[in-house]
Nanobody, 128 residues
């Protein structure tokens, strides 16, 4: 079973940057999609970004467009979420998720809320 481990969260001032990592351990299938979600205290989980390697789909929520960027390092089985120009509203626990198939959980316009595998989450706190 492939496991996901997030890291890179922390406390940062507004306007600052962080890089979150999502490392997959175990045998990683050729076709996959990776999603990033976040959950602020008292709020529902929100899909932030996703990437599907089998068709190049790339999605960003309107709230993070132009500030967050997803990238990958296949040699390290790691996907990154680069958080720039952070705002206090970006505070929350960030989770990465994976779908180890071509199931359409990620398109250019949509990120499905249900994914096959989830990481444990990493806390991001942005102070004003």
């Amino acid at each position: 079973e492939v496991q996901l481990v997030e890291s890179g969260g922390g406390l940062v001032q507004a306007g600052g940057s962080l890089r979150l990592s999502c490392a997959a351990s175990g045998f990683v299938p050729v076709d996959y999609a990776i999603g990033w979600f976040r959950q602020a205290p008292g709020k529902a989980r929100e899909g932030v970004s996703c990437f599907a390697n089998y068709d190049g789909s790339l999605y960003y929520a309107d709230s993070v467009k132009g500030r967050f960027t997803i990238s990958s390092d296949n040699a390290k089985n790691t996907v990154y979420l680069h958080l720039n120009n952070l705002e206090p509203e970006d505070t929350g626990v960030y989770y990465c998720a994976a779908e180890w198939s071509t199931l359409a959980v990620c398109t250019n316009d949509y990120i499905h809320p249900s994914w096959g595998s989830w990481g444990q989450g990493t806390q991001v706190t942005v102070s004003s």
